[in-house]
């Protein structure tokens, strides 16, 4: 038989010879009915999402039983062993809206906004303050200048921060965590809960907590002016802003206030705040105002001393959805991060690198945050990608790619070249064993300061607690390897979901704006199409039916799409200006064509 030859369906098993000359007949396998989401395709056919199962499956049209995109339906799927499947029946039409395609999307990767009521109860029964007996032989830092500084919708707060000078006159930065593991005992349902979910997914203005908003946004967010019990890194700096000396406790703080990134940036940009904690002209505010100017300087530092080990500095920016009192999108705006937002992110990038090195020298278990560096395969991809726009590079290491992503800083190219450069690396994951983090630069390096939103922090303030308190570490060390690949598969889930949902809300702000004309720079090239993306975030498709000319072809070596009889030659990054002739808010999908 020919090796490429297709394999047959049907086969005859070998006849034992204890049955007889005729032997066993071979049974067919017992037909599957599950129940998932149906998504359909434009061509008619369709695929089934169904919950624990890796591989969606596949419906013919002439079997989808009138099943449109977003419906939860039933599915006979004939032979097990394949993935082709039949609809049985629509258990919940969509009616084809944002909204319960939204859920369709929530049920494919098992996202919940509610709990189980046993978890809500196991919640509920916490205790919504601190005791005195609880505070007691914990290092009392309530007396310092301690805040925390997030976007103004936050409600869980988990981090805060605080500088002090220690006898030597070395600066001591303050890392202050909220100690979620005080309240979430290990095996209990509200642990077990959290396992399941692994991290918090926001989409679109709204969450799906890992932990009920009753520790969430209650007991373990660090809510100002009230006490709180915390893991606090303490980490004694040199004048250049290296850690020299460090330490780990348990302890009890009071934040001083609460600061949002708007006045934080207000007063690093050299205005007076006009509102709010900083704009005050007490004692407190003095201090605050102090606290925000040093750190703010030692965070440029922490970033001249990543940049000089290799690390990148990608530019980050969010989509924002405004949405009026009917669900309907209003605006969609790019934020760029500013130096309030870079304060407080150096701040946990050093207390997580700390603490992960103080996990390795204590030889103590963990599950660390890894990212690999780039495959010989992507760096060649990206290589090829970036050709065409008159940059040779040379290897996939950090100083090299920190250099592509300097050429195109403040040009038109930048956001393509990001998003080149982010598609080139690996993806970064939990491991229990430290492997380092090449984006990061970094030797060591974990997640320790999220506890409320991400598992693995939870993890890593176990392990620290039964250290300090001399609690047996062989159950933590078998939880390590499942809890670092849950967290993983559930971190993808939770990106999948949330950038699933937000096409579907860039569809509907499109969805009023259509034949309006956009700037735009490529993102994507197929050979049906080219992907686009608008300053504002906002991404669709040019279909290769709406470029002039004909004859389009994708040169696989320069990674750049051809036409032929006066067609356009287009690589990543190139400008256009397109204009929005459709968008379907049920589906996400969004089609331009050339203005």
Excluded at 282 to 304: E, N, P
Excluded at 349 to 354: S, V
Excluded at 471 to 489: F, K, M
Excluded at 563 to 591: E, H, K, N, Q, Y
Aim: net charge negative.
């Amino acid at each position: 038989m020919n090796r490429k030859s297709k394999p047959k369906t049907h086969y005859t098993r070998p006849r034992p010879k204890s049955h007889g000359p005729k032997g066993p007949k071979y049974l067919k396998p017992k037909p599957l009915v599950l129940t998932g989401v149906y998504h359909a395709a434009p061509q008619g056919y369709g695929f089934v999402s169904v919950p624990g199962k890796e591989e969606d499956y596949f419906i013919p049209r002439s079997d989808t039983n009138g099943a449109a995109g977003g419906d939860l339906v039933r599915i006979q799927v004939p032979d097990p062993r394949r993935t082709k499947a039949r609809v049985l029946s629509v258990e919940r039409t969509n009616d084809g809206t944002l909204e319960s395609a939204q859920a369709a999307i929530l049920f494919r990767y098992s996202v919940s906004p509610d709990f189980p009521p046993e978890v809500d109860l196991a919640a509920q029964a916490v205790a919504q303050a601190v005791s005195p007996a609880e505070a007691e032989n914990r290092a009392d830092f309530r007396g310092l200048c301690v805040v925390t500084i997030d976007s103004a919708s936050a409600k869980d707060l988990d981090d805060a921060v605080s500088l002090t000078f220690d006898d030597r006159g070395r600066r001591v930065l303050g890392v202050h965590i909220a100690d979620v593991s005080h309240y979430v005992e290990k095996g209990s349902p509200l642990d077990l809960e959290a396992f399941q979910r692994g991290t918090s997914v926001y989409y679109v203005n709204q969450v799906a907590p890992m932990l009920p908003t009753a520790l969430s946004n209650g007991i373990c967010s660090l809510n100002p002016q009230t006490d709180r019990l915390t893991l606090s890194c303490l980490m004694s700096l040199d004048d250049d802003g290296e850690v020299v000396e460090h330490r780990i406790v348990q302890g009890v703080i009071r934040t001083t206030d609460r600061l949002n990134y708007d006045e934080v940036n207000q007063l690093l940009d050299g205005e007076t705040p006009d509102r709010g904690p900083l704009s005050g002209s007490g004692d407190s505010a003095a201090a605050m105002r102090t606290l925000v100017t040093q750190l703010d300087r030692l965070a440029a530092q922490r970033r001249r001393l990543r940049r000089l080990r290799g690390a990148l500095e990608l530019s980050s920016t969010e989509c924002y959805f405004t949405l009026d009192s009917a669900g309907n999108v209003t605006d969609v705006s790019r934020r760029a991060t500013g130096r309030g937002e870079s304060l407080i992110e150096e701040c946990m990038l050093l207390a997580n690198e700390t603490v992960a090195r103080h996990l390795c020298d204590k030889g103590l278990p963990g599950v660390f945050r890894v990212h690999e560096k780039p495959s010989p395969d992507k760096t060649e991809a990206l290589r090829k990608q970036v050709a065409p726009l008159g940059f040779s590079l040379k290897d996939g290491g950090g100083f090299q790619l920190q250099k592509l992503l300097d050429a195109f800083h403040g040009t038109p190219r930048e956001g393509a070249v990001n998003m080149m450069v982010l598609r080139s690396l690996m993806k970064a994951q939990y491991e229990p064993k430290n492997l380092g983090h090449f984006g990061l630069a970094a030797e060591y390096y974990c997640h320790f300061t999220s506890p409320i939103r991400r598992y693995p922090d939870l993890m890593v303030h176990r392990v620290l607690t039964a250290a300090l308190t001399g609690q047996p570490l062989r159950p933590l060390v078998n939880a390590a390897a499942p809890g670092a690949l849950q967290s993983t598969e559930r971190e993808v889930a939770a990106v999948n979901a949330e950038r699933e949902i937000e096409k579907l809300y860039m569809a509907r702000w499109m969805s009023a704006h259509l034949g309006e004309s956009f700037p735009a720079a490529v993102t994507g090239l197929t050979r049906f199409g080219v992907f686009v993306g608008l300053e504002n975030g906002v991404e669709g498709m040019l279909p290769i039916e709406a470029l002039p000319g004909g004859g389009y072809a994708l040169d696989e070596d320069t990674l750049t799409l051809h036409g032929a009889d006066g067609g356009l030659t287009l690589a990543f990054g190139d400008p256009l200006t397109v204009t929005a002739v459709a968008a379907d808010p049920s589906t996400g999908r969004i089609d331009f064509t050339l203005a």
